[in-house]
Nanobody
Framework: QVQLVQSGGGLVQAGGSLRLSCAPT????????MGWYRQAPGKQRELVAE???????NYADSVKGRFTISRDNAKNTVFLQMNSLKPEDTAVYYC??????????WGQGTQVTVSS
């Protein structure tokens, strides 16, 4: 069973930066989209950013200009560079990989806390 392993995250002051990484425990073939979602307490999980196999990106309006998603296709790894962090970015962040247009994998979640 393939698992997505996340790293990064933690506690940072407002205005600071963090970088999240997500890699599978073994190679996943035919990846379509890789992305990051987040869920704050009492809120629904929401899309933060996603990137297609062709490199096209999509961002939530709240993170545009501050966050950058990238991927290493050779290693099936996806990254999220988060700059100018705000307290409202505090949430558990999850990576997601869709393969063969039908199979979805989720990471275990990483806490990001931004203090004011």
């Amino acid at each position: 069973q393939v698992q997505l392993v996340q790293s990064g995250g933690g506690l940072v002051q407002a205005g600071g930066s963090l970088r999240l990484s997500c890699a599978p425990t073994r190679i996943i073939f035919s990846i379509n989209t890789m992305g990051w979602y987040r869920q704050a307490p009492g809120k629904q999980r929401e899309l933060v950013a996603e990137i297609t196999s062709g490199g096209r990106t999509n961002y939530a309006d709240s993170v545009k200009g501050r966050f950058t998603i990238s991927r290493d296709n050779a290693k099936n790894t996806v990254f999220l560079q988060m700059n100018s962090l705000k307290p409202e970015d505090t949430a558990v962040y999850y990576c997601k990989v869709v393969a063969n247009s039908i199979t979805t994998y989720w990471g275990q979640g990483t806490q990001v806390t931004v203090s004011s």
